[in-house]
Nanobody
Framework: QVQLVESGGGLVQAGGSLRLSCAASGRTVSSSAMGWFRRAPGKEREFVATINWSGSFTSYKDSVKGRFTISRDNAKNTVYLQMNSLKPEDTAVYYC?????????????????WGQGTQVTVSS
């Protein structure tokens, strides 16, 4: 089992940027696809972005394309989510997830390890 710890959340004004980090421990995730999901108040958890084991494939939720970038540093066992041009509707708890598979996926069932989440609040 891998432990995932997210950091980098906070309060930011609309149009601002944040960079989330997800540090993995317990086992290497260098061969695992990684994903970011979020849950807004009163809403279901939703997919945000995914990256395959090598970083050669990424996929995004339509509403964040062109604003968010997922990346990884396998030497540091860490995944990142750069969020630019943030909007109030991006407000949510953001979760990092690791898959036992190497390819990226937008479905939560593909992931077997989850972090505790980090709060992102975007004010208008």
């Amino acid at each position: 089992q891998v432990q995932l710890v997210e950091s980098g959340g906070g309060l930011v004004q609309a149009g601002g940027s944040l960079r989330l980090s997800c540090a993995a421990s317990g086992r290497t995730v260098s061969s695992s696809a990684m994903g970011w999901f979020r849950r807004a108040p009163g809403k279901e958890r939703e997919f945000v972005a995914t990256i395959n084991w090598s970083g050669s494939f990424t996929s995004y939720k339509d509403s964040v394309k062109g604003r968010f970038t997922i990346s990884r540093d396998n030497a540091k066992n860490t995944v990142y989510l750069q969020m630019n041009s943030l909007k109030p509707e991006d407000t949510a708890v953001y979760y990092c997830a690791a898959s036992k598979a190497s390819g990226g996926s937008s479905t939560h069932v593909a992931y077997d390890s989850w972090g505790q989440g980090t709060q992102v609040t975007v004010s208008s």
